[in-house]
């Protein structure tokens, strides 16, 4: 990313009961694309140490926003 380039991401926040918004979390799932199936690892960051890592490598964050 160069000069004045923008970064978008996208965090699915978890809906779950069970789902503590402030650990790491993970878990697994199977995606298939073109008949091929893979188990995939996923990992629930806390947006707090997201925002941290950015911010640490230099990001500047103008804002976050929650869709409803």
Not at 21 to 40: N, P, S
């Amino acid at each position: 990313m160069g000069p004045q380039g923008k970064l978008i991401l996208h965090r699915r926040a978890g809906r779950e009961a069970e789902c503590n918004h402030f650990d790491i979390t993970d878990w697994a799932d199977e995606w298939t694309m073109d008949g091929q199936t893979a188990r995939i690892g996923i990992w629930r960051t806390p947006l707090h140490a997201m925002i941290e890592v950015f911010t640490g490598a230099g990001l500047r964050i103008t804002e976050i926003t929650c869709g409803g």
